[in-house]
C-alpha cells in the first residue's frame, strides 16, 4: 500500500516563474541529482507534456518510467500519475499545489504517493521519500531563483 508524503518550500518568485520551471519537464536532468533523462512523448494541444518517460538513477533506485501529467488552468496546481507499473514502482501519484504570497513569493506544496515492487522496511521508506522530497523542493528553489 503506498503512503502520502507533503512538503513545502517558500521560493523568491511569483507562481507563473516557478510553474514554467516546473513544466519545462526536458530541462529537469539539468537542475536535478537523480534524473539521467527526461524525453516528453505526448503533448495536450496548449504544448504542455502530457505523456513524460523518465529514466531515474538515485543510487540504490534505478528506474525507468513513464508519467501521465494534468494541469490546472491557472497553472496552481500540476499533478501526475504513473502511467503503468514499472520495474521498480507498482504506483506513483503527485503534485505541486503553488500559492502566491502578498511578498511575491510562492509556497509550494508537494505531495508524492509511491508504492514499490520491491520490499522496504517502513523506517527506511519514511526515510528515503523524506530526503527525496525535501532535495527536490531545495533544487527546485535553486533552480527557480537562479533564473
Known sequence: MADSSTQSITIGAAPEQVAAVICDLPRYPEWTDTLRQVQVLE???DG????????????VLVDEYVLVYEYADDLS???WHLAAPSRMQRTQRGSYDLAGNAD?????????????????LGMFRRKAERMIM?????????RVESI
Open 43 to 45: 503533448e495536450y494541444a
Open 48 to 59: 504542455y507534456a502530457r505523456q513524460v518517460r523518465f529514466t531515474l538513477d538515485a543510487g
Open 77 to 79: 496546481r500540476i499533478e
Open 104 to 120: 511575491g513569493t510562492t509556497t509550494v506544496t508537494y505531495t508524492l504517493e509511491v508504492e514499490l515492487s520491491v520490499g522496504m
Open 134 to 142: 525535501e532535495a527536490a523542493l531545495k533544487q527546485l528553489k535553486h
